[in-house]
């Protein structure tokens, strides 16, 4: 997970409307249309888990510590998500967990430097934010592609960290025909050597596909010239590895947000058990 900082979860916040309508124009789902998809459950059973939900997020002081806002912004997204209750619990770290268990909470967030997980405290089914915001990015990118999505298509995917690793692996699933671009050697061959990936220099891979899945923080990768009518980039990283100018061409065409997709799928999949965790 990458660490955000107080000015990106502010942004957000602010801006869920923004975010949410951005996503509907590109792939006619709204954030809870979306996890149900990136989930494999339907959409109606995800909205009723949700609807039956009390959300509580508690906030962890470890290591460097709370970035400011990031707590209330979770919370507002899964009110966004149309939760019952959506709150942040008024103690921090274990005395938080204990007052989500007393106060009868069903859905709890916590994130500490290293790790973001969503807890079903019924059903103890835990959801991790790594491979839920790469389902969550695929599931965007699958349905921006338009009627059959990514099957049979070339999609490259920049970056094979944890985020890259998952949507390489759910690209595959979906039959995509997957171009992986990772400068570091090990994990490079850790992937091309258990999926049917197809490793490729960015510019090469850039020239041979219109879909981008950018899994890393690095920026300035994609120019405007790339970009055309039909490019497509779904970029979880912070920052987004396009140029100013690309993603002003790319306008809608680009999904790029710090929290609430990943966290969308976090919820359905605490809640609903579906794929987001395999």
């Known amino acids: 997970m990458t660490r955000l900082v107080e000015g990106d979860v ?8 923004e975010v949410e309508r951005a996503l509907v124009g590109l792939t006619g789902c709204d954030l809870v249309a979306l996890a149900a998809r990136a989930c494999g459950v339907d959409e109606g059973v995800a909205r009723d888990a949700l609807v039956h939900a009390a959300a509580a997020v508690v906030p962890i002081t470890s290591g460097e510590g709370l970035i400011p806002g990031f707590v209330e912004c979770v919370a507002a ?10 709150r942040v619990t008024a103690e921090s770290d274990v005395a938080g967990f204990a007052e989500a268990l007393r106060d ?4 709890v967030f916590a994130a500490d430097d290293r790790t973001f997980l969503a807890f079903d ?19 965007a990118l699958d349905a921006a592609a338009g009627p059959g999505g990514v099957a049979g298509r070339p999609v490259l995917v920049i970056g094979l960290g944890p985020v890259g690793r998952a949507a390489a692996a759910r690209l595959v699933e979906l039959g995509a025909d997957v171009l992986v671009c990772e400068l570091d050697g090990a994990r490079l061959a850790a992937v091309a050597g258990t999926l049917p990936v197809t490793p490729v220099a960015l510019a090469d891979g850039l020239s041979r596909s219109r879909l981008v899945l950018d899994a890393t923080p690095t920026p300035d990768l ?57």
Not at 104 to 107: A, R, V, Y
């Open 10 to 17: 502010r942004a957000l916040t602010a801006h869920l409307d």
């Open 77 to 86: 997204i899964c009110a966004r998500l149309g939760c019952r209750a959506a």
């Open 104 to 107: 009868g909470d069903d859905l």
């Open 121 to 139: 405290l019924a059903a103890r089914v835990v959801a991790d934010d790594d491979p839920c915001t790469a389902h969550a990015y695929v599931a």
């Open 222 to 278: 994609i120019d405007a010239d790339w970009v055309g009518a039909d490019g497509v980039v779904c970029s979880p990283g912070l920052p987004p590895g396009v140029t100013a100018a690309a993603a002003r061409a790319l306008s809608e065409r680009l999904v790029h947000e710090p929290l609430a997709l990943g966290v969308a799928v976090m919820a359905v999949e605490a809640l609903c058990g579906g794929t987001a965790m395999r």
